[in-house]
């Protein structure tokens, strides 16, 4: 299929050896920027998440909903490691690759051949991004790693939770997430710098190096204070009032980061004499104190829903928000106006709703161009196209 010319990585050629979440992850963003990705699967069931409920069924066949929200626009081939000739074909395949994406343990590829050191020394301009729990080196670079030991092993859990409850993992997997992220955008600046005529690279893209570097604000607190930052449920450890609270029906947040906000919400409770109240007079006092003003603020807000609350702090310009499910989210207006949600084609003949790339681009528009593939069907068709061969059966 021929791409338009406005995709901005259009004519990019990515390989894609991608299990589950994070290297698929990383393969679909740049897919939907427009690069030729290409996922290598084992015929023998290929990527484990293709297994992951919910189904979409159709008269043909199941499809798996979760694979289809990470691979998108990508096509799939079939390959057998332990066939000699297909791997031949396959290291040919690397070689006229532009950005080779894999998140299999260290050394694993470096037994077929497929490692870094032995494609890059044949082809000088190959982006190599290697993603992995812990890095490439180091004492755990051989440790098995997913999304909840590396939100424990981070500190991640540490600060989220109940400020009396036990570490709690995030309900989105935000450590194969963030390493996505990193790696795409990684990837984007060393295609760049080949085109203005450098050499390529090999990246090393770790889970714990990325959910680190997303936490900037807990690290830093712990490089000023010597101090580990604490959970603290909704609440903030410099702001308040800045956190959740309920209304007389269900939840909602405010986000009052400063004097101007915070007598807002002084005049909106009527309690304007917490303006001048020593505990609260300034953001210091207020996080210091910020358990009592929660509770004196809780008292007033019981006594309405929580969508009144919303439109009072709406009009006087007060950050605030309902807590929704994915539901009340995906449905409410303020999504519709992103567009961020389309219609994704499987390719058993039935359709799912999707969430797509989530970034406006002015003169650039997202669309799902390429179905999920199903496994290995684009096998010949890709090697057509890249190699002028097919792969026997």
């Known amino acids: 299929?021929?791409?338009?010319?406005?995709?901005?990585?259009?004519?990019?050629?990515?390989?894609?050896?991608?299990q589950i979440a994070a290297g698929p992850y990383t393969g679909m963003l740049l897919a939907d920027l427009g690069a030729d990705v290409v996922k290598v699967e084992n015929p023998n069931g290929g990527d484990g998440m293709r297994l992951w409920p919910p189904f979409v069924s159709s008269e043909e066949e199941a499809y798996s909903a979760n694979f289809s929200s990470l691979n998108r626009n990508k096509r799939s081939i079939c390959i057998d490691f332990k066939?000699?000739?297909?791997?031949?074909?396959?290291?040919?395949?690397?070689?006229?690759?532009d950005v080779i994406v894999e998140n299999f343990?260290?050394?694993v590829l470096k037994k077929f051949r497929l490692?870094?050191?032995?494609?890059?020394?044949?082809?000088?301009?190959?982006?190599?991004?290697?993603?992995?729990?812990?890095?490439?080196e180091g004492p755990y670079a051989h440790k098995g790693a997913f999304d909840?030991?590396?939100?424990?092993?981070?500190?991640?859990?540490?600060?989220?939770?109940?400020?009396?409850?036990?570490?709690?993992?995030?309900?989105?997997?935000?450590?194969?997430?963030?390493?996505?992220?990193?790696?795409?955008?990684?990837?984007?600046a060393a295609v760049l710098n080949?085109?203005?005529?450098?050499?390529?690279?090999?990246?090393?893209?770790?889970?714990?190096?990325?959910?680190?570097?997303?936490s900037a604000l807990q690290t830093s607190e712990y490089f000023g204070n010597k101090q580990p930052p604490k959970r603290l449920g909704t609440a903030h450890p410099?702001?308040?009032?800045?956190?959740?609270?309920?209304?007389?029906?269900?939840?909602f947040v405010?986000?009052?980061?400063?004097?101007?906000?915070w007598k807002e919400v002084c005049e909106a409770t009527g309690l304007e004499e917490l303006f001048t109240d020593p505990r609260f007079v300034n953001q210091t006092a207020r996080t210091k104190n910020q358990k009592e003003l929660a509770a004196l603020l809780q008292k007033v807000f019981s006594t309405k829903p929580a969508e009144v609350w919303i439109a009072e702090f709406d009009q006087r310009g007060v950050p605030s928000a309902p807590v929704n499910d994915f539901s009340e989210a995906l449905a409410s207006p303020m999504a519709q106006s992103l567009n961020i949600v389309r219609d994704l084609p499987l390719p058993n003949g039935s359709s799912i709703p999707t969430v797509g790339f989530p970034v406006k681009v002015k003169g650039y528009e997202f669309h799902v161009y390429r179905k999920p593939p199903l496994l290995g069907e684009h096998t010949n068709e890709v090697l057509q196209e890249w190699k002028k061969v097919s792969v026997k059966a």
């Open 1 to 18: 299929m021929n791409l338009s010319s406005n995709q901005p990585l259009s004519g990019i050629r990515v390989l894609e050896f991608g």
């Open 83 to 97: 066939d000699k000739e297909q791997l031949a074909t396959l290291r040919e395949l690397c070689l006229q690759s």
């Open 105 to 107: 343990r260290p050394g």
């Open 115 to 136: 490692d870094y050191e032995s494609l890059s020394s044949v082809h000088h301009k190959l982006i190599y991004c290697s993603i992995s729990g812990y890095g490439q």
């Open 148 to 188: 909840v030991t590396v939100q424990a092993i981070s500190g991640l859990m540490s600060v989220t939770g109940k400020e009396d409850g036990e570490a709690v993992k995030c309900g989105v997997p935000i450590a194969d997430f963030a390493v996505g992220l990193y790696a795409a955008y990684t990837i984007t």
């Open 194 to 214: 080949v085109q203005k005529g450098g050499e390529g690279t090999h990246i090393d893209c770790s889970m714990l190096g990325s959910v680190l570097g997303i």
């Open 238 to 251: 410099r702001n308040a009032p800045y956190q959740g609270f309920y209304g007389s029906d269900k939840p």
């Open 254 to 261: 405010i986000a009052a980061g400063n004097n101007k906000l």
